[in-house]
């Protein structure tokens, strides 16, 4: 007869075993296909061809693959320095005792639930240089606006505006922490005479350093794998300007279907990914500050 | 965070209503059939009697038994099977496919129809990836750019042995530039779903407020572009725009807009970059000032809201190069007055491109018996008065079509007049690059159209850059 111990072991193991499978079949084989594919030619329609190194090879030679790491990193630093700081500030706005304090934090997070398409079209129009609303308000004021998304030099920072529009589930990450911050830290710098000022910058960030930096990473990471908007809003252009490194993988692996090089571009993301996030944790030990070690 | 239960319903109530308001910027999603009664879109669809309001049953039914239906001697099978078909559809067309297959399946027992409906834009991903999978429908639609890749990876069926077995097949009805698409070595491999070529389309409004004469065969690109700058008025939401859109590298750039001039974008066996010959050059300029200098064609900041409210559709264009398909359309609109002519001329002569996509039968069909009874009749001229398209490649469904679809007869009758005269497949790209092509040299364009770079410098990098992609197109 089964010990306690054994039927416990199995019970977990029968628990564990669909998530297990799941995991088995849809993550970890595919990405171990994708190292394959990744030495292969495959164009879907005739057998894969081993190649060797040779997609890695043309990747490097690439010049529109520099450029889409190029416009990536610019997209990627844009969303996360606006967005961490924007939706901090939010964040910290929604915290204060304000009347009306739940719709107002009801209609910050109502962006995050629009569907991709809708916000592309709605962002469409508010960038467009003639009629968009953001050039209408900027000509009051006697500022020609930019070209937005028709031009190379803002179509990123365009991108990046509408990709901060729609964070509200960082606002909503922001708003747990302050919220977890000990009234008691607050009483005891107001008691040795600390001024709003001095209780945000020595209470409040280094409280919340630990949730900013989950912020920065997950949206590095967010930022260097999207492409679903941009794809809909500028298809990469103007001139390759909003080509990300994303798109430029959706773009081989789905339109031209050449899934070996698109295998070994999505190595190179994800190469990348690690090296920007190691980085971060390597930082980290300077500025974020855990409670309990 | 601290959220009581009245928070928690607002932001319940908040989310639960967003699907409500997403939805209607949501796109049009297609609705498979059942067996039991499925809406389509607005209307409860009968399988036992399909029809809506668009495409009432008795009407289907009445038109189905008016039509001489091809015979062959292709054989129905002896038990039941079932092929599937896939296509890329509306909620609207579909209805009328759910009326043809139930009036197929009354004169062919033994075949059931399986229909798989995608949008255009995932229809290539969705079956490339069946095909590696192994898995293709017995009848699948192609895009004119598709097959030769198709045929070169022996993915789809020759029908030479189909067509020989049926004796109504009626090639010459078939205009001989279109079908040039889906041919190699001497054998046909799909047949054309419809089929058309590219006229001048005009805004007689604007024509006529500005005083000017439409329009006529006698016109040439210059004239064209000399009318054009006339016609250019307003700004803002009120601008009026000569001609639309600005010509940009495209599958069909050669034909609509080079070769009038002797210019070309890649060589006719697509091996090779012509876009920076001399002829090309000047061509293109051309079209460069006409954006640049004079503003008559919208830029690409006017492009990218235009692009999803057309400036032709919106009455914003005087002059507009489309294929004729869009004359559905324009028949029903009341907004403006509009005309079509011959595409104008250049120092070579007039050129339009033939373009249409087509249905073919896949090599690993179990059932390519079946599957032809079902195209050949679904694409007969029959078939195609049936379905009431606007550009039939069946010669003789366009003026009875055009009839029904309340498009002027004499319109009508110049289409048939180009495909019959000078309606041509030179020029349009159709090997596997073509996608690689032309997505490269765009961003180079649009670095051009933005002034950044002048046309020689464009087309030199866009010569420099596709280059090296054509070896793809050099296929057995």
């Known amino acids: ?293 | 965070m601290d959220m009581n239960r009245r928070r928690m319903l607002a932001l319940a109530v908040a989310a639960a209503s967003m699907p409500v308001i997403a939805a209607c910027g949501g796109d049009t999603r297609q609705q498979k059939q059942a067996a039991a009664p499925v809406k389509t879109g607005i209307q409860t669809i009968d399988p036992n009697r399909p029809g809506n309001d668009t495409w009432p049953f008795e009407e289907a039914e009445k038109l189905y038994n008016s039509l001489q239906w091809p015979k062959s001697d292709v054989a129905d099978p002896a038990a039941k099977v079932t092929i599937t078909i896939a296509s890329t559809s509306d909620v609207i067309a579909e209805v009328r496919n759910m009326q043809f297959d139930y009036f197929f399946k009354k004169r062919h027992p033994n075949i059931e129809i399986k229909r798989e409906t995608s949008t255009f834009d995932g229809f290539l991903t969705k079956y490339m990836a069946q095909a590696a999978g192994g898995s293709l429908p017995d009848v699948m639609y192609n895009h004119y750019s598709w097959t030769q890749n198709f045929i070169s990876n022996n993915i789809v069926a020759p029908l030479e042995d189909f067509i020989a077995r049926s004796p109504d097949f009626a090639r010459d009805d078939l205009p001989k530039a279109g079908l040039a698409y889906f041919e190699r070595g001497g054998k046909l491999y799909g047949l054309p779903t419809d089929m058309a070529p590219k006229l001048l389309f005009f805004n007689k409004d604007i024509f006529d407020k500005a005083g000017l004469k439409y329009p006529d065969e006698t016109w040439t690109f210059e004239k064209m572009i000399e009318t054009a700058k006339k016609l250019k008025s307003g700004s803002g939401a009120t601008k009026i725009f000569g001609f639309s859109p600005t010509p940009k590298p495209a599958p069909d750039l050669s034909t609509v807009f080079l070769m009038p001039y002797g210019g070309r974008f890649l060589s006719p066996d697509e091996t090779q970059v012509q876009i920076n010959s001399p002829e090309a050059v000047k061509t293109l300029g051309m079209w460069l000032d006409l954006l640049l200098k004079d503003g008559v064609t919208p830029s690409l900041a006017e492009e990218l809201l235009l692009e999803k409210v057309d400036p032709w559709k919106s009455g914003h264009a005087a002059m507009h190069i489309n294929g004729a398909w869009i004359m559905t359309e324009l028949a029903k609109q009341k907004a403006f007055k509009w005309g079509a002519t011959h595409v104008p001329k250049g120092p070579q002569g007039r050129f339009s491109p033939a373009v249409g996509s087509a249905l073919v039968i896949t090599e690993a069909s179990q059932q390519k018996e079946a599957a032809w009874l079902y195209i050949y009749e679904y694409l007969s001229s029959s078939g195609y008065q049936f379905r009431r398209i606007s550009a039939p490649a069946r010669q003789s469904a366009w003026l009875p079509n055009a009839e029904a679809l309340g498009i002027p007869a004499e319109t009508a009758e110049l289409v048939k007049e180009i495909l019959a005269d000078y309606a041509t497949s030179d020029g349009v790209l159709r090997l596997p690059a073509t996608k690689k092509a032309v997505d490269t040299a765009k961003p180079i364009w649009e670095r051009a159209m933005l002034g950044k770079i002048d046309v020689k410098a464009a087309l030199d990098e866009i010569a420099a850059k596709v280059g090296p992609l054509l070896a793809e197109n050099k296929i057995a």
């Open chain 1, 1 to 293: 007869m089964a010990t306690l111990a054994q039927r416990e072991a199995r019970r977990f193991h029968l628990f564990v075993s669909p998530w297990l499978l799941g995991f088995i079949l849809f993550t970890a084989g595919p990405i171990i296909a994708a190292i394959v594919i990744s030495f292969m030619e495959w164009n879907l329609l005739k057998a894969p061809q081993w190649v060797g190194l040779a997609n890695y090879e043309r990747m490097f030679g690439d010049p529109e693959f520099w450029e889409s790491i190029e416009n990536t990193v610019q997209y990627g630093v844009g969303y996360v320095a606006l967005g961490v700081t924007f939706t901090f500030v939010m964040a910290l706005l929604l915290n204060q005792p304000l009347r009306f304090q739940g719709l107002f934090r009801t209609v910050m997070y109502m962006p995050s639930v629009v569907s991709g398409l809708a916000t592309a079209l709605l962002w469409l129009n508010i960038l467009h240089p003639d009629y968009g609303l953001i050039n209408k308000v900027l000509a009051t004021v006697g500022i020609t606006g930019p070209g937005w998304l028709a031009s190379q030099e803002w179509a990123i920072p365009a991108l990046v505006l509408m990709a901060v529009w729609g964070a509200g589930n960082t606002i909503v990450i922001y708003l747990a922490g302050l919220q977890g911050i000990p009234k008691s830290l607050y009483e005891a710098a107001e008691i040795d005479g600390a001024g709003w000022w001095r209780r945000f910058w020595s209470v409040t960030v280094p409280m919340m350093s630990p949730v900013i930096f989950f912020n920065v990473v997950t949206g590095f990471i967010g930022a260097l794998q999207g492409y679903v908007l941009i794809l809909a809003m500028t298809e990469g252009g103007p001139g390759n300007a909003t080509m990300v490194l994303g798109l430029y993988i959706y773009r081989h692996a789905f339109v031209y279907f050449d899934m070996g090089y698109a295998a070994a571009l999505s190595w190179a993301m994800f190469a990348i990914i690690i090296a920007v996030t190691a980085i971060q944790f390597a930082l980290a030990r300077r500025w974020v500050h855990y409670e309990f070690k």
